[in-house]
């Protein structure tokens, strides 16, 4: 079982950047899937992006170009370098963990049962 702390949320302005990080305890990070989803008030919590324990990574249409996932096995650390937000990216962020995620079912929040608290992701306009 691993534990996954996030961090780096905050306010921004459209079209700024934030980068946050999801600290991986309790197991090596690299035989994990890290994903990260998010929920907007009112709205189902949705993929953002996964780094499959291979290393191959994996967006939603909406971010593709725009968000980097990245890990440091070393720091068992994964981050999410946001760029060019804006009010539609506003939402609580959490990255989720797993192992033996299929690749079809890496998109599916599901089938992540280890899950961070949730860090606030607020772009203003």
């Known amino acids: 079982q691993i534990q996954l702390v996030e961090s780096g949320g905050g306010l921004v302005q459209d079209g700024g950047s934030l980068r946050l990080s999801c600290a991986v305890s309790?197991?090596?990070?690299?035989?994990?899937?890290i994903g990260w989803f998010r929920q907007a008030p009112g709205k189902e919590r949705e993929f953002v992006t996964t780094?499959?324990?291979?290393?191959?990574?994996y967006y939603a249409d909406s971010v593709k170009g725009r968000f980097t996932i990245s890990r440091d096995n070393p720091k068992s650390t994964v981050y999410l370098q946001m760029n060019s937000l804006t009010p539609d990216d506003t939402a609580v962020y959490y990255c989720?963990?797993?192992?033996?995620?299929?690749?079809?079912?890496?998109?599916?929040?599901?089938?992540?049962?280890?899950w961070g608290q949730g860090t606030q992701v607020t772009v203003s306009s």
């Open positions: 989720a963990g797993g192992s033996g995620i299929i690749l079809s079912s890496i998109r599916n929040h599901a089938n992540y049962p280890y």
């Open positions: 309790g197991g090596p990070l690299s035989r994990y899937t």
């Open positions: 780094i499959r324990y291979s290393g191959h990574t």
